[in-house]
């Protein structure tokens, strides 16, 4: 009989744990012809876990309940089944704009440049550009409603949340929710101002100080003589923090922000925060129609509204995704009857179903490849399951 230590056995499930995921990975892998495409597929991978650990970090943070996860798992759901039933006419158009690329690519390659090609790539783009408006407008409707589920405190942190691997401590904590934005950016930035040659603290310092005495005076009347003394203290607060040592720093470093944002004496400068929020929330509801539910401006649809992510998430969240894994192969057991049966209409409607209920799992993906086949061997099913114009 073997006996191994704890640290051997440990060594050993490690090596067997990397061996099994390289040659998972190299399975994944197989058929790229290029080291850039291997690592770009790689990138890809790991950035789509990265933004489902960052979403649970939110998630957590927001301390959301069952209820709240529950609406915005059935919004993300409703997404996806819309993108399936536009799946065959994008499909259509990408595939298009694709041959026609190709021939362009050709056409350049060799020297050529007909016109009639060329004219043709620019209808293409006009094509992308219809597909990605029709997305957006679908993405648009439901957005307002992702946005209801939200407290307003719950709101505040969302919007200054930064995606990450392992959460910042305001975000640890239960208590966080409506309190002041999240304050870490303005830790990170003294953290990095304290590790600065005294010279270079120096000239930011000054360059921090003027900044902020700018944005002041742009929001309210300051008199000379409180312009110098609110210089004087915000400069002053910075070289005590530069010069404080590493524990007094990490101590007190709350204290401290809470001084340099709030603790002027002047009510001028107090006031000056009430007029930003304002501000901010006037061109927030001004804001054209059009960008106002973009994820690029909007951070909870950008975090809560992205189904390739949200899906997954919320049912290991929720605990059901064994409960989704068994119904969807039921499921798909049924579109496989039908086929056997000859019925590859009924097949192929049944298979979006599937797709439309069960998206992000295996069962949804056999699914979405039997209807393709179906589809080549019956075009005509696609125009059928094609959305009803309203």
């Not at 069952?66 to 399936?84: P, S």
């Not at 922000?257 to 009510?267: A, F, I, R």
């Amino acid at each position: 009989m073997l006996f191994f230590s704890g640290l051997h056995l440990e060594g050993d499930v490690m090596r067997a744990l990397c061996v099994m995921l390289f040659v998972v990975s190299g399975l994944l892998l197989f058929g790229q012809d290029s080291v850039s495409e291997r690592l770009e597929t790689k990138n890809s991978q790991q950035l789509r876990l990265f933004k489902k650990v960052s979403l649970l970090n939110l998630i957590n943070g927001l301390h959301m309940s069952k209820e709240q996860m529950k609406k915005v798992y059935d919004l993300n759901l409703q997404l996806e089944a819309e993108r399936v039933e536009h799946y065959f006419a994008d499909l259509k158009v990408l595939s298009y704009v694709e041959s026609v690329r190709r021939k362009l690519y050709k056409e350049l390659v060799a020297g050529k440049q007909s016109d009639d090609w060329v004219k043709e790539a620019g209808r293409t783009d006009k094509m992308l550009r219809k597909c990605r408006n029709e997305g957006y407008e679908r993405l648009e409707k439901l957005a307002p409603k992702v946005e209801k589920v939200f407290t307003d405190a719950q709101k505040e942190i969302i919007n200054t949340f930064d995606p990450c691997t392992v959460p910042p401590n305001d975000l640890r904590k239960p208590v966080r929710a409506g309190q002041a934005p999240n304050q870490e950016k303005i830790f990170r930035a003294l953290k990095r101002l304290r590790n600065l040659p005294q010279w270079r603290q120096r000239q930011v310092i000054e360059q921090a100080t003027n900044r902020h005495i700018r944005a002041v005076k742009e929001h309210t009347n300051l008199t000379p003589e409180e312009e110098r003394q609110e210089r004087e203290r915000f400069q002053k607060l910075l070289h005590k923090i530069v010069s404080m040592d590493n524990v007094d720093f990490e101590l007190k470093k709350q204290e401290l922000v809470n001084e340099l944002m709030y603790g002027s004496p002047h009510k001028a400068v107090k006031e000056k925060k009430k007029q930003l929020e304002r501000l901010g929330r006037e061109i927030d509801g001004t804001l054209e129609k059009r960008y106002r539910y973009s994820p690029k401006y909007n951070r909870v649809v950008r975090f809560f509204l992205d189904p390739p992510v949200v899906i997954p998430v919320l049912r290991d969240k929720m605990g059901i995704t064994e409960k989704v894994r068994a119904e969807s192969e039921e499921a798909f057991k049924k579109v496989e009857q039908l086929v056997d049966c000859g019925k590859l209409k009924e097949a192929f409607e049944a298979a979006l179903e599937v797709a439309k209920r069960y998206p992000y799992t295996k069962a949804a993906g056999k699914a979405l490849d039997l209807a393709e086949d179906i589809a080549k061997k019956i075009p005509d099913v696609v125009s059928g399951a094609s959305p009803k114009k309203k």
